[in-house]
């Protein structure tokens, strides 16, 4: 496999920027990818910043994941596989396609190109992980049902039409706004911003595929402990186990 960074991030005063660079693949995300993607959102959850960007290089924002290399998407979507109590802001251009879909639908706001796109394909491959489901309570439940069923796009007008972008701008231009908006943000009262933001959240449901991720979030850290390691050697041996809480 190739090692080379699929995402990276950077802090730009109290904004976190957050960049797919796989443009060769269309910013496709591999198991590489997924896992690199998951840890950036846990840094800007981690850092001092207030908002994050999420953009890419390239011509397009995401075409979904590499179904050459399948990853368990879910671990890095926002509001499923990680907890974020601060907004993040989805920047697009051409294709948003797939799990890129997922992050939109996911995203607290979106600045999208006129010449973007947004499209669920997976009726037509064959293949789905279950998670834009989700989109049907985020915009008009036929016309999610029509993307999600036909696997044909939208596109930008489209989009903000039915309320899943905000703005829409000339190609080259959507970095640009996006960071405009991120900055109106940062100058907002931040603990309103982290209170409004939690109230959000526990607003809108979640579908089932949105809860099972969300529950394999919490059920992770401990399939992945020394304790689980601990008890299950201290079963096989009848011993009482000595669990350090990691």
């Given at each position: 496999?190739?090692?080379?960074?699929?995402?990276?991030?950077?802090?730009?005063?109290?904004?976190?920027?957050?960049?797919?660079?796989?443009?060769?693949?269309?910013?496709?995300?591999?198991?590489?990818?997924?896992?690199?993607?998951?840890?950036?959102?846990?840094?800007?959850?981690?850092?001092?910043?207030?908002?994050?960007?999420?953009?890419?290089?390239?011509?397009?924002?995401?075409?979904?994941?590499?179904?050459?290399?399948?990853?368990?998407?879910?671990?890095?979507?926002?509001?499923?596989?990680?907890?974020l109590t601060k907004p993040w802001i989805?920047?697009?251009?051409?294709?948003?396609?797939?799990?890129?879909?997922?992050?939109?639908?996911?995203?607290?706001?979106?600045?999208?190109?006129?010449?973007?796109?947004?499209?669920?394909?997976?009726?037509?491959?064959?293949?789905?992980?279950?998670?834009?489901?989700?989109?049907?309570?985020?915009?008009?439940?036929?016309?999610?049902?029509?993307?999600?069923?036909?696997?044909?796009?939208?596109?930008?007008?489209?989009?903000?039409?039915?309320?899943?972008?905000?703005?829409?701008?000339?190609?080259?231009?959507?970095?640009?706004?996006?960071?405009?908006?991120?900055?109106?943000?940062?100058?907002?009262?931040?603990?309103?911003?982290?209170?409004?933001?939690?109230?959000?959240?526990?607003?809108?449901?979640?579908?089932?595929?949105?809860?099972?991720?969300?529950?394999?979030?919490?059920?992770?850290?401990?399939?992945?402990?020394?304790?689980?390691?601990?008890?299950?050697?201290?079963?096989?041996?009848?011993?009482?186990?000595k669990f350090f809480g990691k």
């Open positions: 496999m190739n090692q080379k960074t699929r995402v990276s991030y950077q802090e730009k005063d109290k904004v976190f920027i957050i960049t797919l660079n796989r443009p060769n693949q269309h910013n496709a995300l591999d198991q590489q990818g997924i896992h690199e993607l998951a840890n950036a959102f846990k840094e800007f959850e981690r850092s001092n910043t207030r908002v994050a960007i999420l953009e890419t290089s390239g011509k397009h924002f995401c075409s979904g994941i590499d179904l050459n290399d399948l990853p368990d998407a879910s671990i890095a979507l926002p509001g499923i596989g990680i907890n989805a920047c697009v251009s051409g294709a948003a396609a797939g799990f890129g879909l997922a992050l939109v639908t996911q995203s607290d706001l979106c600045i999208a190109s006129n010449d973007s796109f947004f499209i669920y394909p997976e009726a037509k491959v064959g293949f789905s992980g279950g998670l834009i489901s989700g989109l049907t309570l985020r915009i008009p439940t036929k016309i999610a049902n029509e993307m999600i069923y036909l696997g044909e796009a939208i596109k930008a007008d489209r989009a903000k039409e039915v309320g899943l972008i905000n703005q829409i701008v000339q190609p080259g231009e959507e970095k640009k706004k996006a960071m405009e908006l991120a900055e109106k943000i940062t100058q907002r009262a931040p603990l309103v911003i982290k209170a409004l933001k939690k109230l959000i959240t526990e607003t809108i449901p979640l579908s089932p595929a949105e809860q099972s991720g969300r529950t394999k979030r919490y059920l992770n850290p401990v399939e992945n402990s020394q304790d689980m390691v601990e008890g299950l050697k201290a079963f096989k041996d009848k011993k009482s186990p």
